[in-house]
């Protein structure tokens, strides 16, 4: 196959109404095929079966990791509801003053406070 | 060596098999899907070391997700997400890197291997259609490497990419008109 019905295969096989096994069984006819090199599996046996205690270890840290950040990250998400809620029922209100705990204080009391006066 | 029995083992035996920590169950799996690996992976980074390094990842990514499994899909369609996740993600690790240190264009980010056992014909289709796929969009040249290369319907392509038929077809369309562009210049 030369050049140009190469070409024109290639713009054939993404036609919609085109059959997309028979389009790729065509072209791997014409050379156009992938694979990896010798010995592709053998590499991967030996990282997962050889070394695979330091990649199990290291998933293992990873995963446990993100299992404590998840744990922390909720701790702190309940313990700012229970906060919300206890200055809602205590202050009668989650206005800013409220979670300074000043919303009784007047202006006056606040400058005696500060100044000891 | 692979034992004789498992060339015939359905996909779901050599699974639990790889699960048990059996080498030679997930050898057969290596051996079944690297084909398929490959062309996704080479097919959108080019025929270079560095594909090869990804595809190895998939195999090792794939070795330790296999506990999440839970063959609901088939582990071919399993494979090629992890396959595409992980080329996806290498291309944009390069065009960042890239953008800091080249101002060079996609096309020049790779290297072109050619099998030397090849006639020169089928080698100069095999780089016409390296050449093409590199030139072209990302988000085109999934769909080209899915449809063209994997043999995959529109429906395929959609569950493994996770996009709706709809958006498939039209950058298919899009993939197409691109591709002509491109292989008039070649």
Known sequence: ?117 | MIKESYSVTGENELVKASLNGDKEAFGEIVTRYRKMVARTVKGMLGDSVFAEDIGQEVFIKLYFSLPEFRGEAKLSTYIQKIAVNLTLNEIKRRKRFFSMFSQKGNTEMYEFEVADHDTEERKEASEIVNKALMAMDTKFRIIVTMRMLQGYSTKETAEILDLPIGTVLSRLSRAQEQLRNILKKL
Do not use: W
């Not at chain 1, 090199?37 to 046996?45: C, E, N, Q």
């Not at chain 1, 695979?52 to 701790?75: D, P, Q, W």
């Not at chain 1, 229970?82 to 202006?107: P, R």
């Open chain 1, 1 to 117: 196959m030369d050049t140009s019905e190469t070409k024109k295969l290639l713009i054939s096989s993404l036609n919609t109404d085109a059959d997309p096994i028979e389009a790729s069984r065509r072209l791997e006819e014409e050379g156009i095929s992938f694979d990896f090199s010798k010995g592709f599996k053998d590499k991967i046996l030996h990282k997962l079966f050889s070394a695979g205690l330091t990649i199990n270890r290291e998933v293992e840290f990873m995963k446990s990791m993100n299992f404590a950040f998840y744990r922390i990250a909720l701790t702190g998400v309940a313990a700012i509801v229970v906060l919300l809620i206890s200055i809602f029922l205590m202050e009668g209100s989650l206005s800013f003053n409220s979670f300074l705990g000043i919303s009784d204080s007047y202006d006056e009391s606040i400058v005696c406070l500060l100044t000891g006066n």
